[in-house]
């Protein structure tokens, strides 16, 4: 079955201990993204990858670190998370170019007391 | 930049009522066009897709129509269920050396039995 993995799908944390959330899917595909969404704010871009070490900032990267060592995996890093950082991050997969769609993963629900 | 503004919900609506959701953008080119759909507790899945002027995205009774004159991808349903209860994202896509996506900040759809 085709589909978009992460993990975890919860998380609570204290302020400044480092994370990473996983990401993994199995369709073969160049692009991966990585989306905070917040009341009001929709979903907001962190980072992205074209492909194997190619990445590069979305809209909000400040706090985040990501790599793309394989294709299949693009982890989300938070060195030291802050309360501002509580929110629900997706991660995402399409094929090349403007008109293809994303395969989302299932979410993780991050809170940072 | 580019962006996106859907309308603000909720919307609630009584079942078999139409549904409108309106959106519009602002682009330099020619986006790609697209509505997601997030249901309760899961990820966002494509609802439709335009990638053209005049094009038509249809799937599960939902349409949306790219107008480039008035940059608008307004999506609309004819009888709405309860099982249409759900957020509906509006997103554009546009190549300019690199690809990102911009959603719209969501709209919130319950419809009543």
């Known amino acids: 079955e085709a589909q978009v993995t992460q993990n975890p799908r919860y998380l609570i944390t204290v302020t400044g201990k480092k994370l990473t959330v996983t990401c993994s899917q199995n369709?073969?595909?160049?692009?991966m993204s990585w989306y905070r969404q917040d009341p009001g704010l929709g979903l907001r871009q962190i980072y992205y990858?074209?492909?194997?070490?190619?990445?590069d900032k979305g809209d909000v990267p400040e706090g985040y670190k990501v790599s793309r060592k394989e294709k299949r995996n693009f982890p989300l890093i938070l060195e030291s998370p802050s309360p501002n950082q509580t929110s629900l991050y997706f991660c995402?997969?399409?094929?090349?170019?403007?008109?293809?769609?994303?395969?989302f993963g299932a979410g993780t629900r991050l809170s940072v007391l | 930049g580019n962006s996106v503004t859907q309308m603000e919900g909720p919307v609630t609506l009584s079942e078999e009522a139409f549904l409108t959701i309106n959106c519009t953008y602002t682009a330099t080119g020619y986006p790609s066009l697209f509505w997601y759909v997030q249901y309760p507790g899961e990820g966002l899945q494509l609802l439709l897709k335009a990638t053209k002027a005049d094009d038509k995205g249809s799937n599960k009774g939902f349409e949306a129509t790219y107008r480039k004159e008035t940059t608008s991808f307004h999506l609309e349903k004819g009888s709405v269920q309860v099982s249409d209860s759900a957020v509906y994202f509006c997103a554009l896509s546009e190549w300019s050396g690199t690809y990102k996506y911009i959603f719209g900040t969501g709209t919130r759809l319950k419809v009543l039995a």
């Open positions: 990858s074209m492909n194997v070490e190619v990445t």
């Open positions: 369709m073969n595909h160049e692009y």
């Open positions: 995402a997969s399409s094929l090349q170019g403007a008109k293809n769609i994303q395969y």
